[in-house]
Structure formats: C-alpha cells, structure tokens
C-alpha cells in the first residue's frame, strides 16, 4: 500500500471521528443533539415524523420540557442531597440492568425448576469437620484426611457387599458421624456440590466420598418421584384435649370428628362446619384454608390430602399426634416457572448459586474484554492455602509478596497480591474448606474485575446507557419543580399555571431550534 493511500485512510478515520453529531435545538445555552430527540421521540406514540404537523407540536413540548429542566438547574435542585442520592440510586439500577445476561439467567433458572418437577428421596451418611472448625470457618487440608478416611472406609464397605444401611447405622454416633433418612429433596436444601449430585442419581446408586462445606458425605438415592405439586384444602380438626391423650380422650375426639364428618356428607357447609367446629379458631377465621406440597405438613395431612382425587372430595376422619382432621380438596395445581421465577431469582442470588446465575453474562463479557487467565500462578496460590487459610495472617503476608501475573482483562493487570488484597476486603463465602474458599473468592474476584471492566465502558459503548441517565436526570428535576408550581395547588388551576409557566419560560430563556436538522429526520 502507498504512502498516499495510508494518509487517505488515515484523514478519512480522523475526519469521520471529528464529525460532530447533528444539534437538534439549544435550550439556555445546552446543544441537545438528535440522539435524544430521537430517543425521547420514540416513546411518545402520538410522533409521527412524516406528519408536519405532528413533529411541530412535539417540537414545541420538547422545548417546553427543556425549559423547565433548564429552570429547575437554575434553581440548583440538581445539587441537592436529596437529588444526587436519588439519581445515584438509579444510576446503581440502570448499570445492573446492562450487568446481567437476561436469557442466560433464565436458563439457570429453568435448570432450577425442572429439577423441582421430581423429588429424589435418600439416604446420606455424613462425617463432619470438627464443630469448633466449622465454628471457626477455618478447615485446613490436613484437618480433612482423617475425615476423608473414614468416609472411604464406609464406602469400600458399601462396595464389598454390606448395605448402605447397615453401615450408615453401624456408624452413626450422634457427634462427627451422621445417618439419616430423607424422603423429600428439593432444590436449595443442599450444599450447592451435593444438590448437583442428589439429583443427577438414578435409584439405587450411590455416591463416593462429597465433600461439601460441612464434610464429607456418601449418598445413596433411593428412588425419585414427579412432584404432584401443590394442593389446596378446607380443614376442620378436632384437637386432643391434651398433648398425651388418654385413651378414652382419643376415642371421644374420633367421635366428635366423626359427627363432623357425617354432617359434612349430608351436604352441609363445609365452610359453616369449618366456623362451627374447628379447634383451629385462627385459621377457621381465614376459611380453614391449607395450601401444601410434599413434605410441608404433618405426614397424615399429606397422606390424606393427596390422596383425595376430585375437586369437592372430603376425606375420612384420619388421626395425627394433634387429633383428627377431615380435609376438603379445594383446588391442586401445578407451579408455573411464572408462578417461581421470583422466588428461584433470590434464592440463588443470595447462595452459592449466585455465580451460576450470572455465568452467561460472565462468560461474554470475558471474550469481550479479552480475559486471560494464568493457572499456574493460581497453583502457587491453592498450594499455599493447603498449609495455611487464607485468612490467616501468614498466607495475607507471603500472599502480597507474590507477584506474578494472574489475570489479565480490559488490558489490566492483576496479580497474585492483588487477589490476595481482595480477599482480604472481600471475603464472604460459604465455604470453610481453604481451598474451596480461595477458588470460591477468587470467581467472584474475576466477576468483579468483569463488570468493572464492563461498567467503565457503559457510555462508550451503549448509547442508550448516556440517554437513560440523561432522562431520568431530567425527569426527577422536572418532577420537583412541577410539583412545586403545579401539582400541589388545586386541580382547577392547575391548567392555567401550566400555561402561565410555559409563557414565563420562553420569554425568560433563549431556544434555538434548528429546523434543518429536524426536517431532515422526516
């Protein structure tokens, strides 16, 4: 290529960088280029630019909305506390919004409610850290070997032939070593690792040794249900007059509930029976409504409930440790994603799932700011957690002292001692466990270093950021100010101090409008 044709190039970039955007209008002094016109336009449905008359009246109240920005301003409601505090809010909200991967949120939502459409039931027998290492938050590797053995023991037993069981209750001690027995699993009732696992099981496996923030755990899934979802009931109970009823208070309790129930068959109220004779005089007041799904009520509720079939089915008296109940079936659905979404959103963003929940947005943004990550150095780095915790004083200390490169990103350095200083500042995590706490730290020091990356090219490289910052700016100037000389005094004259206020504006402040530019747009 030519020298001449290089200068071309290079004049065409430079000239076409320099050219200036076109000024729509400029309102006391404040160019207002055609990116906002167009912005604003485009959110009043009643514009339409092929319309001469149309773009006139929308010319006029942008001018007017302008004005009383620019009034507001001089008034200094811009530097009030009150306003910076209120803008900085937004300011927060709208960077979340362009902080997040909507569609890849979904999908670790959606992962998270398709695993609630069935329910595993297991059997898990756990070998604890020690309560005061827990207590302490501070598990080193080699507090962990003993522990392990045990669990590796336990499962080479299982292999050779004794039952899961057998050993689990052979085992069980009530201290370091627990079995248990659980029918219902559902999602967030585990340790992130463990849930994982539960629920990629088919019946009758059995898991090697899991180590989870509490221990080591071994796993066997017994079987695994569809979720019948939710049922709704009308309850009436009759409650034992004690909490170790006699016999003949048992049998007396029956009757009552019996009688109950015999009215209730002839086609009686359910609902009058519920105010009439239920013990439960709170939640009669309420309709005597229960709403449940599996493993959310007494055993014999639930037994009793989902075995009804049909709408407007009432059950037998049946008996619990309270007293005897009789259910009506007033409705069973099945939960929506929609009905969830919400409820599945906080729960992960406030557990260990809050990186799984933003993983897309993480992923893209580490392409789109040329991430680079360097695994040896972070070796050095779990290597040193093995013999000391990270927030130990001597791994802080020789930590700042290390200094090779560890990530890269946005053409930023990070090193070893800048992680190390981060976990010092930043170190919330669930995990005891030294090195699953530095692995679990250092993921969200990448997010953080990621959105940062991200946050500071906002208005470089999202227009629309700079215009919704822009509105909302002049929005809550324009709502003070118009809440001062409109809204607060009386409806019927509120027209006219509109009025009064336009006429003001314009003779007090100059507007150029530039007719060229807007005729161009049409």
């Known amino acids: 290529m030519s020298l001449l044709v290089v200068l071309a190039v290079l004049i065409t970039a430079i000239e076409a960088k320099e050219k200036k955007e076109p000024i729509v209008m400029t309102v006391v002094g404040k160019d207002v280029l055609l990116s906002e016109f167009l912005f604003m336009a485009k959110k009043d449905n009643s514009v339409d630019f092929k319309n001469k008359e149309s773009v006139k009246n929308y010319v006029e109240l942008f001018k007017n909305y302008k004005l009383k920005v620019a009034d507001a301003e001089a008034l200094g409601i811009h530097t009030a506390p009150k306003f910076e505090a209120e803008l900085e809010k937004y300011k927060q909200q709208l960077q979340q919004s362009y902080l997040s991967d909507k569609p890849s949120q979904d999908s670790a939502m959606r992962l998270i409610y398709e695993r609630s459409k069935t329910i595993p039931g297991i059997k898990q027998i756990m070998f604890s850290y020690p309560e005061e290492l827990i207590l302490d938050r501070r598990v080193l590797t080699k ?22 069981e057998e050993v689990g209750q052979a085992l069980m001690n009530g201290a370091d070593i627990i079995y248990m027995v659980m029918d219902y699993v559902f999602p967030f009732q585990f340790p992130k690792v463990m849930e994982d696992y539960i629920f990629s099981m088919a019946p009758g496996s059995i898991s090697q040794p899991l180590r989870s923030m509490y221990g080591f755990h071994l796993i066997k899934s017994d079987r695994i249900i569809p979720n019948p979802g939710k049922i709704k009931v009308e309850h009436i109970v009759s409650l034992f007059p004690s909490g170790n009823p006699t016999d003949d208070e048992i049998e007396a309790t029956r009757q009552r509930s019996e009688e109950i129930y015999q009215k209730a068959l002839s086609n009686e109220d359910f609902k009058a029976l519920i105010t009439a004779f239920s013990d439960d005089t709170v939640n009669a007041k309420r309709g005597g409504f229960l709403e449940f799904g599996l493993g959310e009520v007494l055993e014999p509720i639930e037994k009793a409930g989902f075995a009804l079939e049909n709408i407007g ?44 929940l933003n993983r897309g947005f993480d992923e893209r943004m580490k392409g789109r700011h040329q991430f680079v990550f360097y695994p040896e150095a972070f070796e050095e780095l779990k290597n040193l957690a093995d013999d000391y915790h990270p927030m130990d004083s001597i791994f802080i200390d020789r930590g700042i002292e290390m200094d090779k490169m560890l990530v890269q990103a946005a053409n930023e350095n990070y090193t070893q001692a800048d992680f190390v200083k981060y976990i010092y500042y930043k170190n919330k995590t669930p995990y005891a466990y030294s090195i699953d706490f530095l692995i679990d730290v250092f993921n969200h020091f990448v997010r953080d270093i990621l959105t940062g990356s991200e946050t500071r090219s906002l208005e470089k490289d999202y227009p629309d950021y700079k215009l919704q910052l822009k509105e909302y700016y002049d929005g809550i100037l324009l709502f003070e100010l118009s809440n001062k000389r409109i809204w607060m005094r009386p409806v019927e004259e509120q027209e006219q101090l509109e009025a009064e206020w336009i006429k003001e504006l314009n003779e007090k402040y100059p507007v150029t409008i530039h007719w060229k530019v807007i005729n161009k747009i049409r």
């Not at 962990?144 to 004794?162: M, S």
């Not at 409820?343 to 963003?349: D, G, L, R, S, V």
């Open 143 to 164: 507090d962990t070997v003993a522990i392990y053995a045990k669990a590796a023991e336990a499962y080479e037993r299982i292999r050779n032939g004794e039952s899961f």
């Open 313 to 356: 089915d009432i059950s037998k008296p049946f008996q619990s440790r309270r007293g005897f109940h009789i259910l009506k079936l007033v409705d069973r659905k099945e939960e929506k994603f929609e009905d969830i979404e919400n409820i599945i959103f906080e729960a992960m963003k406030s557990s260990e799932r809050f990186l799984d």
